[in-house]
Every structure is written in structure tokens, then in C-alpha cells.
């Protein structure tokens, strides 16, 4: 059963930064692609940022030059750095798995439970 735990997640002001992380209980690097997802109050969820196996990256346009993906394999965790955070990005932030789809195929397997991120202004 593969579990990912999601941390993070809190209350900033417009401009601040949070890190969040997704404890992953299998080894990430061997995942062909994992991904950041979010969803905003009375939206449906959407995808935020992703990384595929070799580290190349791919990013919301909302989020672009703002927000940044990572993945640590020793640590079996990944990462979303968030700076420049704006009201709209308030939202239910949440981790998820490809085993073995491409980042590509926009499918995942396996889903965290969420971290709140809450941007005031």
C-alpha cells in the first residue's frame, strides 16, 4: 500500500513563502512521475506542478517562475517551494504518484490527503 503524507501547509500573507512536503512510503525514484495538485474553494482540482523520473519538471502557468518542484530520493520525499504566494493560490494542496504513467498521460495512481494553504491578503 503506497502512502504519501503531505506536511506544510499553513497561514502566510500575500508574499510570503511556504515549503510543503510529501513523505512517500516507496522509493520515489522509481516513479516515472510525480506531482503537486490543488484544489480552491468552489473549483475543481488542478494540477500545480510536476516532475518525472530524470527531474524535468513541468509547471501550471499560475504558478511558473513563482513556485518550484523537487525531488529528494534519499529521502523518498517531495518538495514545492512557494514564494511570491497570492491570495488565489489558498487552496487544498495535495501529492500524488505515477508509478508508471508519464507525466505526459496527466495520470496518477496514488493520492495524499492534503495540506491546507491559506494566502491572506
Known amino acids: 500500500q503506497v502512502q504519501l503524507v503531505e506536511s506544510g501547509g499553513g497561514s502566510v500573507q500575500t508574499g510570503g513563502s511556504l515549503r510543503l512536503s510529501c513523505a512517500a512510503s516507496?522509493?520515489?525514484?522509481?516513479?516515472?512521475?510525480m506531482g503537486w495538485f490543488r484544489q480552491r474553494p468552489g473549483n475543481e482540482r488542478e494540477g500545480v506542478a510536476r516532475?518525472?523520473?530524470?527531474?524535468?519538471?513541468y509547471y501550471a502557468d499560475a504558478v511558473k517562475g513563482r513556485f518550484t518542484i523537487s525531488k529528494d530520493n534519499a529521502r523518498n520525499t517531495l518538495h514545492l517551494q512557494m514564494n511570491s504566494l497570492k491570495p488565489e493560490d489558498t487552496a487544498m494542496y495535495y501529492c500524488a504518484a505515477a508509478p508508471t504513467h508519464y507525466c505526459s498521460s496527466g495520470y496518477f495512481d496514488y493520492w495524499g490527503q492534503g495540506t491546507q494553504v491559506t494566502v491572506s491578503s
Open positions: 516532475i518525472d523520473r530524470v527531474g524535468i519538471t
Open positions: 516507496v522509493y520515489t525514484y522509481s516513479y516515472n512521475c
